[in-house]
């Protein structure tokens, strides 16, 4: 219960019960509900794995009802348990209760999130705030939290293990930073925030879904696509005729401010039209514009940090990061700006130069950018981006790639199966083994865009691994790959393929857990932890045994030329002043958001002061924002906010997971590099040990050393210049910079 806990904003809550039976716990007897419907009991497909054709839409809310009543009455019998407290029936009772609504809450978080309709949309608008009620209601509880003091106080005569140690810090430390100790009146407050929050959050990733649909590009005229591929335009054509405009084509949307049709197409002004579609997603000032809600979220979140006694809610966020803290993350970050401005700077003049060149009379624009870098990349590289697509085949990339590099590191094995239900015909399935055979979990693939799926890639649990439920993952990751047009191949952009990697690497995070409790099992680590794994995983996409299993050309199933794997190898340093710069300038924009005191987010009270604030952060950074903007613009941040918490002030993560995944990538290439030995050496020391050990111990026990920055700046392209007096990243806590 502790993750659901901790973090509650996963799915839904409303309150009701059915029949009643009785539970003591030693205590004043307490009426715990009888649960009924498909959510009242564990699934009775293998390894409990969600049945969706026995569950609708129309199950959700009084599931939701059940599992919130009987969650409320196993907390009340924790508390009523007239024997003193102790870890069994405290914190291990805490952390078993509230089975039924984790599993309504992760099947509702996974339909939400990648196969959403209105009904579901509503329920979770409704339900939401009412899950932050619930859930603020128990960490609020004085008289629990007064039974979990009792324990962590007198921890040291317990002689727990490791885990059992870490499950008791987790829990009490949880508590207290939800506002335990806390005066009545200002828990009072805290649970006002905590419901506005939610239902805030919650309205601004609906409606980010519905104005990245909204806002894709109609062309009329076929001659403005020209540049795109026959696969594009006729996904264009039947996009347009799925939205209802049949003899039109429709340029649907990713979730970031750059498109992948920019790289292609030739007419200016579809690109810069393109672009302003995307930037300007949510800003229309119509019902879908998210910039009201921004301003009500960052002003929510910097009044409850100042609850806590913290300057800002970056501070407060922060606690139980592996960073620990602002200065730490903004150093980091910082320290890599003067080198990476130079570049963006010298870049564009070689862009410009590029156009001049061309016979066109303009200078780079964000719109161009793509395009003008592609080519100037075929010239210093002699390498054409459509040469090497048709080598990358999606389920070959799956199952010849991902799966192949799993078996050499781990020596598992996977099976499709066709048996087991899906949520949407094209996810696929497969059962994962372990070198002895026995079965380590199942795991589920969706790999294609939908207007009903928001944008991004991810993974997550539909079952979480824990000894104590008796329970072996079953794990799913979500991509946004667009769907090649009937008959046609699967190919994708080497981009997609490293993101199938990335994603599998969360999912072997998750299939190696070893724990005992759910809420430290797998991915549930710090944000600046658990991109790590998945990082680490990327490399193998292009190791030359990997490559050379799954890189065949679709038609004739030739492997890829080694003459084109060495061109793409000389050119992966190529072009990182706009693809690492635009993720430096959206992290830094995250942690400038989340430094607002009180007073300062209460001034940011409009959408026109949403985009004041934007554009004065963004001059601030030190950077080329007029060519390279951020990743992510203010209004469509889902990362952080689109959850109460979610990745806000930890948007910096992905550079700081960057950072130990080239060190570590260092390691691999030092010892021999793709090798069974290698891969559970990684396995045990890291992959397996869930959030149950401090990280900088986890990362020195796999190699040997502090994290290290330079590998990372090397492979950017980023050495020297960099303001920086040391490479190492030290562990001293709140002293470090």
Known sequence: MTRLFVAAAVGSLLAGCSTMQNTTMDGPAVALPQATGYFAADSTLPLRAPDFSKISDGDFRPAYEQAMAIHDAEIQAIVNNRAAPTFENTIVALEQSGAMLGRVGRVFGTLTGANTNDTLDAIDAEISPKLTQHYDAISLNPALFQRVKAVYDGRAALNLDTEDAKLLEDTYEGMVHAGAQLTAAQKEQVKDINTRLSAATTTFGQRLTQATKDAALVITEEAKLAGLS???????????????????????????????????????????????????????????????????????????????????????????????????????????????????????????????????????????????????????????????????????????????????????????????????????????????????????????????????????????????????????????????????????????????????????????????????????????????????????????EVLANYAKHYQTGAPIPQELIAKMEAASKYDQGYQFGEVVEAALLDMKWHALTPAQAAAINTPAAVNTFENNALSELGLAVDLVPPRYRTSYFRHIFSDPAGY??????????????????????????????????????????????????????????????????????????????????????????
């Open 230 to 544: 026959d696969a594009d335009i006729a996904a264009a054509k039947k996009a347009a005729t799925e939205r209802g405009a049949p003899g039109a084509q429709v340029i649907t949307l990713q979730n970031t401010t750059q498109q992948p049709a920019l790289a292609t197409l030739t007419d200016r002004a579809t690109r810069e039209a393109l672009f302003n579609a995307s930037w300007n997603r949510a800003e229309t000032g119509g019902e879908n514009d998210t910039r009201a809600l921004v301003a009500e979220i960052v002003q929510l979140r910097a009044q409850k940090a100042a609850l806590f006694g913290a300057p800002d809610w970056a501070t407060y966020q922060m606690y139980d990061r592996m960073a620990k803290n602002p200065k730490t993350a903004l150093d980091f970050m910082q320290q890599m700006v003067p080198a990476l401005e130079a570049t963006q700077r010298r870049d564009a003049a070689a862009l410009n130069a590029e156009i001049k060149a061309s016979g066109q009379n303009f200078t780079v624009k964000p719109w161009d950018w793509a395009m003008y870098a592609d080519k100037l990349k075929a010239k210093k590289y002699a390498i054409d981006e459509d040469a090497v697509k048709p080598y990358f085949e999606l389920r070959r990339v799956l199952e010849d790639g991902v799966f192949f590099m799993s078996n050499r590191l781990y020596g598992l094995s996977f099976k499709q199966r066709t048996d087991l239900p899906v949520y949407n015909p094209d996810v696929w399935v497969y059962d994962v083994f372990e070198a002895d055979g026995s079965q380590l979990g199942i795991f589920y693939f969706d790999p294609f865009q939908r207007d009903n799926k928001r944008g991004g890639a991810w993974m997550s649990n539909f079952v979480e691994q824990s000894k104590l439920n008796g329970t072996k993952p079953v794990i799913y990751n979500v991509l946004n790959i667009p769907k090649a047009p009937e008959g046609q191949p699967q190919l994708v952009s080497f981009d997609w393929v490293e993101t199938t990697f990335h994603e599998f690497g969360h999912a072997l995070h998750g299939f190696f857990a070893n724990q005992k409790y759910e809420s430290l099992s797998g991915t549930a680590t710090a944000r600046d932890f658990v991109e790590y794994p998945s990082q680490v995983h990327e490399m193998w996409a292009s190791h030359p």
């Open 648 to 737: 806000s002030a930890g948007y910096y993560s992905y550079l700081w997971t960057q950072m130990l995944d080239r060190d570590s990538r260092k390691w691999f290439m030092e010892n021999g590099g793709l090798t069974r030995q290698n891969g559970d050496h990684f396995r045990r020391t890291v992959l397996s040990q869930g959030g149950t050990q401090d990280y900088f111990e986890m990362y020195r026990a796999f190699t040997g050393r502090e994290p290290n920055v330079q590998p990372m700046l090397e492979a950017l392209g980023l050495t020297g210049g960099t303001g920086s007096g040391t490479s190492t990243i030290p562990s001293s806590g709140d002293e470090t910079g």
